[in-house]
């Protein structure tokens, strides 16, 4: 059973009142933090194993030796993921910062970013105390990892795609050397970085010979020597490509929605009918399809708003954004995602000639840029870009409209693929409260 540092389990109770027995069910209690993440099972078992690290990781018991290595695997581990997970938050990422954020506090600037520095580690600290998605957490300032982007001695290396490719290949090959031995030897399965401090966690009484057999399969698979176990000179056979995953069914939920915030808004250079802004959505740094304005992360989306919605209005105002579609180029500026707004629905047989009137879509004024806004009721994780040619947004889109009560909301009897589900009208939300628009009922929201 994975363990919490003290540290963990303050920040935990102070960040998330409602999580109960996080060190007796951690799973449990993460998706009680955060409610909108569904984990599978290999990710159920990732996060036990990440919670044994975050306890051993930088442990001032451990030989230097032992920390560096330690640290650099889980600074590779990060170089290509936002969460420990991938993109989902969990109980592991909050419990290794509680770990981490105090020694990183220490950490001379050659440390955090120099040539051999951690900097994917210092990111993602960074992103965990600030990010919308964990709560924010509740840290005082002095409990913070201060990261000045002046302060930075040596930039990030492009990632060598071959390299890392032949790196996720050896890690693949890693894996299924130690599945044979998993049960005996580590009692789990090996999954990730995280996997040495699981087994290390575990009271396992391997036979020799076992453990010399598991040791000439890792020494094919990295092409090293392993405890003395010679490297043989025949190629690992290849491994079996694993299925593909199974389709997820249609969901609103399969769609990005967040809240952003329009920081600056302009006529396009060569279009009347469209605005250039540029938003904060909450993304971490280095977001594919994003930039850096005023100290933040944005994306720059391009909106057929104007003559519809006055420029003065989009200035600094807060929005309802689709994160997930596939960035398009409008005329010579690329747009990387969408703002919802409600127009009046047209009468069977009606021509839209974009006349308006257009209300963009409210998210509730407390809400902050790069917070989740779902429909009530359907559940699920977004796709990090959806496929055009599954037609998810558009099958989905016909079922967007308003109540009488101006409340956004997701009518399933409407999309033709979920007529048969039986659910009820569903309302777009926030943590904080509902989505609403200005004065339109019974519109269309796209």
């Not at 004024?365 to 009530?376: D, K, N, P």
Request: aromatic fraction near 4%.
């Amino acid at each position: 059973m994975a363990t919490l540092d003290n540290s963990a389990k303050i920040l935990i109770a102070k960040s998330y009142p409602q999580v109960k027995d996080a060190e007796n069910d951690p799973v449990k209690a993460s998706s009680a933090m955060f409610e909108n993440a569904e984990y599978t099972t290999p990710e159920k078992t990732e996060i036990e194993q990440w919670l044994i690290t975050a306890h051993h990781i930088a442990s001032s018991t451990e030989d230097s030796a032992k920390t560096a290595e330690r640290l650099s695997t889980l600074n590779t581990h990060l170089s290509t993921r936002t969460t420990l997970l991938g993109h989902k938050p969990s109980i592991a990422d909050v419990a290794m910062y509680a770990r981490l954020a105090p020694v990183v506090k220490e950490w001379s600037d050659e440390q955090r970013t120099g040539e051999q520095g951690y900097h994917h580690i210092v990111r993602h600290l960074d992103f965990v105390q600030n990010a919308d998605m964990f709560g924010p957490l509740k840290l005082e300032n002095s409990e913070k990892v201060n990261v000045d982007p002046d302060k930075v001695v040596s930039p990030i290396k492009p990632i060598d795609a071959k390299a890392e490719k032949e790196r996720k290949k050896k890690e693949k090959a890693l894996a299924a050397a130690g599945a044979d031995s998993a049960a005996a030897a580590a009692g789990g399965t090996v999954t990730s970085a995280a996997s040495s401090d699981a087994q290390n966690a575990e009271k396992s009484k391997s036979k020799k010979d076992k453990t010399k057999d598991v040791g000439e399969k890792i020494a094919n698979a990295v092409g090293a020597e392993v405890s003395g176990v010679s490297k043989k000179k025949e190629k690992a056979p290849k491994q079996q490509k694993n299925a593909p995953a199974p389709e997820k069914p249609l969901s609103p939920a399969l769609i990005d929605l967040r809240v952003g915030h329009i920081l600056k808004a302009e006529n396009h250079p060569n279009a009347d009918s469209l605005y250039v802004s540029t938003v904060a959505c909450g993304d971490a740094p280095g977001t594919e399809n994003t930039s850096e304005y005023e100290g933040k992360v944005v994306r720059t989306v391009c909106s057929g708003l104007n003559g519809l919605v006055p420029l003065e209005e989009m200035q600094g105002r807060k929005i309802v954004a689709v994160c997930n579609l596939k960035p398009v180029t409008m005329r010579g500026i690329k747009s990387a995602a969408m703002v919802l707004a409600a127009s009046p629905r047209l009468a069977p047989g009606e021509t839209d000639n974009h006349a308006g009137p257009v209300e963009l879509v409210n998210p509730p004024a407390e809400a902050e840029a790069g917070e989740r806004v779902y429909f009530e009721g359907w559940k699920g994780e977004p796709e990090p870009v959806l496929n055009p040619k599954k037609k998810v947004w558009d099958d989905c889109q016909v079922g967007f409209t308003t109540t009488e009560e101006k409340v956004v909301a997701f009518d399933p009897s409407a999309v033709g693929k979920l007529k048969e589900t039986g659910k009820e009208t569903a309302q777009l939300k926030t943590k904080q409260g509902l989505c609403t628009v200005k004065s339109l009922a019974g519109a269309t929201v796209r």
